[in-house]
């Protein structure tokens, strides 16, 4: 009796060592948990990854010309990390569906490309067309040296955003088993799906819609529609949507309601290269060796450095809008046509060449475009090139500007002369430009240096001679010699006689000259 119960417990341990044995002889090489590898999987605008211990699959959506709705590029990664405790080789075999020439399907081991399918034309299947092709891959085998971590990598892209009809990529894995697994009964594959879901589109919500319906106000302080539209407008988060002019219901009221605000969509969802190229915000990326315009990237910043490193054939609208970058349209000993160069630094108007640039710029540089008379190009000059270009009006010198100050501005020195502008009133100054180079006859206090100076006209010298300082109380007006614009003796007008320090005097009853304008006497 000891010896049958000795038997039955040796028979008993020999069977739960050969099951422990064949359990993990069924083991798949993606078994996950504690000690077991991990899946990270990436998933952009496809439907997504679905896994289990054998095998692995990636599906895509399919397009509007097929009967789906997702018009755009897909693509997924799939990264496993695993570790073999002894050498271990692995058989897997591929299949799917695909268009021909595009859905591509590549699978790495540690870096390498171990595998690279792509459909191609067939009696069936056809490129830009809703028939598919079945693509297959025969059984193949890569073996991991035991005690080495080891990155398994599956990579699935679309290329582009045209015909998708059930595509899909599906790989199974199956381990070699050794010589201990003899005698094990067959091992059925676990058929139970781990679904991964694919990361969804970003959610739209839609602040702008909320921000501004029944809230925006117009500078009265009031609630309007307009108000609605304009702030929609000036907000660079939102964009106004027309809804040709249908009627809807707001607040329980009948309205008419020509649009609404929303937010600008995100630059992956803009469906064509028009509006993407008037976005701001984003760029074309374009795609020489996949047909169609590409597709419609956020716009990033470029450093100046950067420039040289767009890619001219796919990222020329972003060249084009960087703030620090600039397209080539031409060869030039500078250039080459067709590139992306760092902006040159602009510190004067003649370093312009086109017209829209000149006349466009902005800051402490203001340039303005000459045209030629003769039909040739024009070109770009300093729109404040001298004194009296620098716009001064009435009410900026009320409020205390001054040209002298404005001239710093443009590294010119000038002065103010209220004279000329009251000079051009009277009909004597070609015109009223306050700013000039030279300064006023009254403030050279020297006769020598009054003799040499230029007057208001620009053309005649000041004069020297006797002057009437008029103040608040005549009696404490005085004469005095100084510097003048104008002979007094040639002045005919009064007010203008008055106005340039001279004396106005009045004929006698019994003098035989008229009014006339004089230089003043010394006391």
Known sequence: ???????????????????????????????????????????????????????????????????????????????????????????????????????????????????RIQASNNNFCKVSTCNMCNVAMPKQSYTFSGGQQHTIMIKADSLDGYYHNNCFFAIKFKIQQGA???????????????????????????????????????????????????GCHEDPECRWYTEGGKNVKRDGELKQ?????????????????????????CFVMNNK??????????????????????????????????????????????????????????????KIEKRRSCVRMTGDLLCKWERNNKGKKGKCLNKVAECKDIPMRPEDRNLGASCSFEAQKYKLTCYD?????????????????????????????????CLLTKNYSGTKNCVWGTRFIRTEKRQESYVENGCLELDCTTITNKNVCNQLQCYWKRAKKFDTDPDKCVFPKLA
């Open 417 to 449: 002369n209220e004279v000329r502008a009251f000079l051009h009133d009277e009909g004597l100054a070609t015109d009223g430009k306050v700013c000039s180079a030279n300064p006023p006859c009254a403030s050279v206090s020297k006769q020598n240096a």
């Open 180 to 230: 201990q697994c003899n005698g094990c009964p067959s091992c059925t594959a676990n058929p139970t799906k781990a679904p991964v879901f694919p990361t969804p589109r970003p959610t739209e919500f839609d602040p702008c819609l909320t921000r501004y319906t029944n809230k925006a106000l117009n500078f009265k302080g009031k609630q309007t529609y307009s108000a609605e539209r304009i």
């Open 289 to 350: 060796n996949v047909r169609g315009w590409g597709t419609c990237e956020p716009l990033r910043a470029v450093k100046t450095n950067e420039c040289r490193q767009v890619d001219p054939d796919e990222e020329k609208d972003l060249c084009k809008k960087s703030n620090n970058c600039m397209w080539s349209t031409k060869d030039t000993e500078s250039y080459n046509k067709k590139e992306c160069y760092p902006k040159p630094v602009i510190d004067s108007c003649d």
């Open 1 to 115: 009796m000891i010896f049958s119960l000795l038997l039955a417990t040796m028979a008993y341990l020999g069977n739960a060592q050969s099951v422990e044995v064949c359990k993990k002889c069924c083991e798949g090489i993606f078994k996950t948990g504690s000690g077991k590898g991990s899946w990270v999987f990436t998933n952009t605008n496809g439907r997504g990854w679905t896994a289990d211990e054998d095998s692995i699959r990636y599906d895509f959506i399919n397009d509007s010309r097929c009967g789906g709705s997702v018009n755009f590029r897909q693509r997924g990664t799939a990264t496993f990390t695993y570790q073999a405790p002894a050498p271990t080789t692995v058989e897997f075999e591929m299949d799917g569906v695909a268009e021909s020439s595009y859905e591509l399907f590549e699978f790495y081991v540690d870096g390498s490309r171990v595998v």
């Open 257 to 281: 309601v020509q649009g609404r605000c929303v937010k600008r969509a995100l630059c992956h969802n803009v469906p064509n290269k028009k509006e993407c190229l008037s976005r701001k915000d």
